[in-house]
């Protein structure tokens, strides 16, 4: 075997296709061996090749025998001193940080631990069992791959339709599948889940954590498994769980042929990612990574007690995005993922954690500040979940220009309004509006992500169907999950027989979904929504690997009907311009049309005033969207026209006598949306201005407006 020294540039493993350069980093170790294994299942190392240079804190060798395919790992040689922050044990092979495909996962085995567990002295012991049968293990792999004519759909955020998704649950019980395809990269792209997306009028799909993840130990002990990801191993190398091809690299050439595919049928590619804290825990977690690497580097620990982690997550650990090199290592993976796996974007979980420069978010932190420079990462879509589990990590609202932000407080609003809480009208027109008081001093309604539901809670048809968490499953006594005061069970709590209660869960639901569409911002479908997908109660699947969580794909009469209506509503969106602005409404009178974007209307047909909008009983509400006072240009510099639509939501326990308004010119109303009937095909359903309409109890209206000599 030749071995030359390399160079520290660029980190991992990287085949040049004569030999294969390995770059660690590590500013505290001692002295590094790189460990090669013959096959996935070996016991140990075939052979151990101590690293020879050292440069600017990189560990660095030259194989020029070595070709993709190679198994490897490291041992890293350093102080055992917990106290010091310090946990490094050279008995433990650990998984490179830069590795770019996983062969093999975690077998837990009590040598996975730094310490001995069985020591009164807990994680302060230290464990001299080789663990090297047991860690996981990366291959190096050939970047090559056949992209083609593949260019990125590049979606404007306005015109933007998310569909969150598991790459498992989604086609893991589709019988139109070959088996071999199911709940994998390329099940994703067969022709019924695409046509599916597509006659749901998605234009992105936003995949739960692809990164390698491992299941945890109590979990496994439990027969349960991680089955959400948030549990992330490395940050390179996508999952092979979820591969036609499972251990080995092809799982990065199929991930990209799934980009492709999606690319193809202009479907953009968003993924979550997890840089927040990592799969070893606490100061009693495994040794798989990082913590043998370099733990006082990688992550936030305790000033008061290094031996302690500090944890904005609930995971155990927080990254240390204030070291210049663990912020390398997430740059460098967001730039991989766009560069070589074709991605378009990133929701970046509990990104309040990714803010914290000292202890508060600062929003001026390092890791925001590197992406605004960042020519390519500044390009992709950058989705923040608003929140950690820290002092102060509440932060809707508060992230800079070129981020979207799951908002949290539309969600919570919608679902208490249509519950029939009292005292919302006021910030209910504030959230379908595209929620300006969070976001129109810097950014625009794009800014806001809106949802019903996601893959954390209540699925929207358990939504409508328990008050309370049925968490049993998951082995925890039901104490784990929240339980949601915005969830309303129609009256029965579960499944039911009675027509009544069936009837009035699925208009919620529709009253759920036409909300969703008609609000200003990009609106987030949680997928299985619209094939009325069930957890029987569960809301918080994460380790549920089974029916509770996959999508059921035999659909009955009634939930047929509803998964037309989403088809409905989404066709309607991206039919009229005004459900999908840029700019945020005024109210006032456009310099242009001469016309109010945007009025407000009680029942009686007359504007809404300001003593309205305090009124603490009222439920019912009417939006004018004004076509003609769009003001927005194309990209050809036209400007753009669109009909005008009549927004009616009544959230009442009585159906309401709703006087239509004039519109902005003589015409009249024709009706595209009732939420009281099941099956949205109205014809030609017209009604003249000043007619009095029976707006029912529960329930979403919605009419264009057709001028008088117009032809509907």
Request: with cysteine.
């Amino acid at each position: 075997m030749r071995i030359r020294p390399g160079n520290p540039y660029p980190l991992g493993a990287t085949w040049d296709g004569l030999g294969v350069n390995f770059a660690l980093f590590s500013e505290n170790a001692e002295r590094v061996e790189l460990c090669l294994f013959d096959s996935a299942n070996a016991k140990r190392e075939s052979h151990r090749i101590l690293m020879p240079e050292y440069d600017d804190q990189i560990w660095h060798v030259y194989l020029a025998d070595i070709r993709p395919g190679q198994i490897y790992g490291y041992r890293v040689y350093g102080p055992w001193e917990p106290e010091k922050g310090h946990r490094f044990n050279p008995n433990k092979v650990l998984m490179d940080p830069y590795a770019k495909s996983v062969v093999r996962g975690v077998k837990w085995n009590n040598s996975m631990f730094g310490y001995s567990l069985r020591s009164k002295r807990d994680d302060l012991s230290f464990d001299r069992r080789n663990n090297a049968a047991h860690a996981p293990l990366a291959a190096v792999i050939d970047t090559a791959h056949e992209w083609g004519d593949d260019r990125p759909p590049k979606t404007p955020w306005h015109k933007t339709v998310i569909y969150e998704t598991h790459v498992k649950g989604l086609t893991k019980l589709n019988q139109e599948l070959d088996k071999n395809y199911r709940g994998t990269y390329s099940g994703l792209t067969s022709e019924p889940v695409i046509r599916h997306l597509k006659e749901l009028g998605v234009t992105a799909v936003e995949l739960m954590p692809v990164h390698r993840k491992i299941d945890d130990r109590f979990l496994k002990e439990k027969g349960l498994t991680n089955y959400w990801g948030y549990n992330t191993l490395s940050f390179f190398a996508p999952d092979e769980g979820y591969s036609a091809y499972p251990s080995s690299p092809a799982t990065v050439s199929e991930f990209k042929t799934m980009v492709r595919a999606l690319h193809a049928e202009g479907i953009e590619v968003i993924i979550d990612v997890v840089y927040n804290h990592t799969a070893e825990g606490n100061q009693l977690g495994p040794h798989l990574s990082f913590r043998g690497i370099d733990n006082s580097v990688y992550y936030r620990l305790s000033d008061a007690d290094p031996r302690f982690y500090l944890d904005f997550t609930g995971c155990g650990n927080s990254l240390n995005v204030r070291h210049p090199r663990v912020l390398q290592l997430i740059m460098d993976s967001l730039r991989y993922w766009i560069l070589e796996m074709h991605v378009d974007g990133f929701r970046f979980d509990l990104a309040s954690a990714l803010a914290r420069e000292l202890f508060e978010v600062d929003q001026l932190a390092a890791f925001f500040t590197i992406i605004h420079q960042d020519p390519i990462i500044s390009q992709a879509k950058l989705i923040a979940e608003p929140w950690d589990v820290g002092p102060g990590g509440y932060q809707v609202g508060n992230f800079p220009v070129l981020w979207t932000e799951w908002n949290g407080q539309y969600r919570d609003v919608v679902r208490s309004f249509v519950k029939g809480d009292r005292g919302l009208i006021g910030e209910m027109g504030t959230r379908l509006t595209g929620s300006s008081d969070l976001y129109a001093s810097t950014r625009s309604p794009h800014a806001s992500i809106n949802f019903i539901t996601a893959h954390d809670g209540f699925t929207l048809h358990d939504l409508v169907s328990y008050n309370e968490k049925h968490n049993e499953a998951n082995l925890e006594d039901n104490r784990d999950g929240h339980n949601d005061n915005r969830s309303w069970n129609c009256g029965v709590e579960g499944p039911t027989d009675d027509p009544e209660i069936i009837a009035l869960r699925e208009r919620q639901k529709r009253n759920f979904i036409a909300t969703l569409f008609l609000s200003a911002g990009v609106p987030m479908i949680s997928g299985g929504d619209e094939l009325s997908r069930t957890q029987y109660g569960n809301n918080n699947a994460y380790c549920q690997d089974n029916e509770i969580s996959w999508y059921k794909w035999d659909l009955n009469e009634r939930e047929q009907k509803f998964l037309g209506f989403v088809q409905h509503m989404s066709a309607l969106r991206q039919k009229y311009p005004v459900l999908h602005r840029r700019s945020f409404y005024t109210g006032e009178v456009s310099v242009v049309s001469g016309e109010k974007d945007i009025t407000w209307y009680r029942s009686d047909g007359q504007e809404m005033q300001p003593e309205d909008w305090n009124d603490h009983d009222r439920k019912v509400l009417g939006a004018f969207l004004c076509g003609d006072a769009l003001d927005e240009m194309n990209e050809f510099g036209d400007r753009i026209s669109s009909d005008s639509l009549l927004c009616l939501f009544n959230m009442s326990e009585v159906p309401v006598d709703f006087v239509l308004p004039n519109g902005s010119k003589d015409g009249h109303w024709l009706l595209e949306v009732d939420t009281d009937v099941e099956i949205q095909h109205f014809g030609n359903v017209c009604f003249d201005v000043g007619a009095h309409f029976e707006l029912r109890e529960r329930s979403v209206v919605v009419m264009r407006y057709v001028p008088v000599k117009s032809n509907y």
